[in-house]
Structure formats: C-alpha cells, structure tokens
C-alpha cells in the first residue's frame, strides 16, 4: 500500500467517524497518524516517481523576500509576474504554459523582492501528480505566496489548493501555535491551559501523544488550540507563510459579484490582463510583508533617505541592521541613537545593540 492511498484511509475513517466523547481518543490516535504519513511526502525517503526537488527549480534567491505564486494552470499567474516585474514570463491561453520556476524582482517601498512565477499545479499535486511536489517544495521556502485564483471558476479550488499546500506542513496566515511541551521522564502527561479550551479534551492530548511515545510530559496550552496545532507542534517541520488570495480576471465578472469576493479574508480582486485593482494588491503585499525600512544618519550630518537598508520582522536589531551594512560595522558597534517609531524620545534614544528597530527608523552607529 502506497503512502497516499494509506492517507486516503485515514482521511476517509476521520470523515467516518462521529466526533463525540466516546471518539475522541480514537480521533486523536487517527489526526497523529495522518501527520505522521504526510511527514513522509514532505521529506520522501525512497524515490516515488516525480518526487523529489526537480531540476531547473530552485533559482538563486536574490532580494529581502521572496513572493511564491501558487495556482492551477492559466489563472493568469504569468501575465501578473511579467506585470509586476517586467520580466516576461510566456503567458498563453493553453495550461501547463509555464514549466519550471521563473524569477523576477520587483522594487516595493526601496525594498527589491523576488518574485517567483510557477507552473500550474493540479489536485493531487502533493502526493506527486504532474510537477506539483516541486513547485509546493519551492512554495514552502518563500517569505510570502501569492494564491492565485480565477474568479470565473469554482471557489472550491481555494480549499483544494490549501488542502495541498497543508498537507506538506504549509501554514497560510497563522501564527506557530502558543503550546509548549515539556518532555519528562516520568509522572505521566500533565496538562495545563491558560484559556479555556473548548476544541480538544484531555483524552485527545494524551492519545496524540502516546501516538507519538510521549508518556510523560507537561503540555502548556497559552490557546484554544485545534488537535492539529497540537500535533503541528510535535511534529514541528512547520513553515508559516502569509498568503494573499489573488482573485484574478475580475474584468470578467459583474460588479455585484465582485462584491462578494470582497468578503473572502486576506484577498484582493485584480485583473492582471486589465491591470485592475493593482494598486490595492501591492499595497497589500506590502503590509503583509512586515518589511523594516532603516535609514542612516551619519553622526553631525542629515539622514541619507535616498537608499533604506530593509530587514525583516522579527530580525531588525540594531545589530542586524549594522549587519546590513557590513560586517566589520556589526562587530565594532558599541551603541546607536534611534531617531523613529522604535525611539522613545522625539528627540531620539541612545540604545544597545539588541534594540528592535522599527519601519521608516532613522539610525545613527557609534563605534568603540
Ligand atoms: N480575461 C482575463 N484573462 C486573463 C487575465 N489574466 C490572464 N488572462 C488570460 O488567461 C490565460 C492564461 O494566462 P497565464 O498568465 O498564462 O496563466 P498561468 O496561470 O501562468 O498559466 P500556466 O502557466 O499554464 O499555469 C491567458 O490567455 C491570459 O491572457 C485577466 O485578468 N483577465
Ligand atoms: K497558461
Ligand atoms: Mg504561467
């Protein structure tokens, strides 16, 4: 029995089986499986046929962030990365027009990020059908993705492709679950939550993880968390990536229809052939980017804004931002002033090397 049909199996028996007190231990034994087999198509041990990173792929990474274009085929992902980057990628009224990873950048706020157009992939694409499992291998590296979709066609393709994309570890605009395990030697599974938890039981814990032998431990629920998350945590090869649904070919559709696509989450309605609406979609992108523009001030002189050094959220000490610069400047920092959001004092804020910087900060560094 292959893999895939081995996940079919389970799949079929959750959808089976009622959700009820009297289930839950078997549900949670079922949900840790299931993780357990999908770990198998993210890092395929034997060579599966198309499986594995395929040739011509991976592109060299250039720029502070990468942007993954995710679809079925002739969405319209090419005619809106040749749009964005001027860097034609063959759009055609055929599917399966583009068939390996094509780079681009694009130049947003003085930051320059890489956008990569990928082919089509279909339902399926995950357990190996067409080149699916190496464009989901290139979506999972990416600092954001783009889910590309056609307004004229069936919104049921946004839940395949999410299904896809979650069933190799992919997180699409959530955050790493607030749930600590702490593995013990002995003294059984103790469970502990700061919120109520109204989504599991304590019979689900403890059959996630004796699935996973973990039979003594102390497990910290900070969230109302899904037995998912739980198992997310465990299994811990998770990667969470922001995603905007790009609804495309909106020239295609009524304006009362377009009305109701506004009510779907993190999405932009665009036309890419009309080049509608992308505007909104880019400043969206930028948003949802966290993107940190720093601008220096040498000391006794006016900051430089023609050029910002960008870092990402999450790295943008003072440190990282000497890092940008040079590495010599990183290991001779003593201190730095901060002129910004991230200053206390208007008049700006002498701070230590692991301060956090924040967007648009003016910086000025002193050297030992
Ligand atoms: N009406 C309309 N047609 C569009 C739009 N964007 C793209 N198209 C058309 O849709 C077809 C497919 O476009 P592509 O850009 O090749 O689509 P793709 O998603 O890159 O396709 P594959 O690489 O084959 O997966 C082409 O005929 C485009 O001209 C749009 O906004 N409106
Ligand atoms: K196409
Ligand atoms: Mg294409």
Redesign the pocket.
């Known amino acids: 029995m292959t893999t895939i049909s081995k996940i079919k199996e389970i799949e079929d028996e959750i959808n089976k089986t009622q959700k009820n007190k009297a289930t839950s231990y078997h549900l949670g034994q079922l949900r840790s499986k299931l993780a357990k087999l999908q770990r198998e198509l993210i890092n395929p041990t034997s060579g599966g046929g198309s499986g594995g990173p395929g040739q011509g792929f991976d592109v060299a990474r250039t720029g502070i962030a990468s942007v993954g274009?995710i679809?079925?085929?002739?969405?319209?992902?090419?005619?809106?990365?040749?749009g964005l980057t001027g860097t034609t990628?063959?759009?055609?009224?055929?599917?399966?027009?583009?068939?390996t990873t094509v780079p681009g950048t694009m130049d947003i706020n003085g930051a320059k990020l890489q956008i990569l157009?990928l082919?089509?992939i279909i339902e399926g694409a995950k357990d190996g059908k067409g080149r699916g499992r190496q464009v989901i291998a290139v979506s999972r590296t990416c600092n954001m993705i783009f889910m590309?979709l056609?307004v004229c066609k069936p919104l049921a393709d946004k839940a395949k492709l999410e299904k896809e994309l979650e069933g190799v570890g992919i997180r699409l605009n959530k955050q790493p679950p607030n749930i600590s395990i702490t593995k013990k030697d002995k003294g059984g599974v103790m469970i502990s939550h700061t919120v109520p938890l109204t989504k599991i039981d304590h019979d689900v814990v403890k059959a996630v993880l004796s699935e996973y032998k973990i039979n003594s431990a102390s497990v910290m629920f900070r969230q109302d968390a899904t037995v998912d998350e739980l198992i997310d945590v465990i299994e811990g090869n998770r990667v969470y990536i922001p995603c905007i649904y790009v609804l495309?070919?909106?020239?295609?559709i009524s304006i009362e229809e377009l009305d109701l696509l506004y009510k779907i989450p993190h999405s932009v309605p665009?036309?890419?052939?009309?080049w509608?609406n992308i505007d909104e979609l880019t400043e969206k992108m930028w948003e949802e980017l966290r993107l940190v523009r720093v601008y220096t001030k040498p000391s006794k002189a006016p900051p430089d804004y023609s050029q910002p050094v960008v870092l990402r959220q999450g790295k943008s000490s003072v440190l990282d931002f000497a890092n940008a610069i040079h590495k010599e400047i990183a290991k001779q920092l003593k201190f730095a002033m901060v002129y910004g959001a991230s200053s206390k004092h208007p008049r700006g804020q002498r701070v230590g090397v692991d301060h956090i910087l924040m967007d648009e900060d003016v910086v000025t560094l002193f050297k030992r």
């Open positions: 274009f679809g079925f085929p002739s969405v319209g992902k090419s005619t809106l990365m040749s990628s063959e759009a055609a009224a055929y599917e399966f027009t583009t068939l157009d082919p089509g590309v056609d495309n070919k909106i020239d295609q665009i036309s890419s052939k009309e509608l």
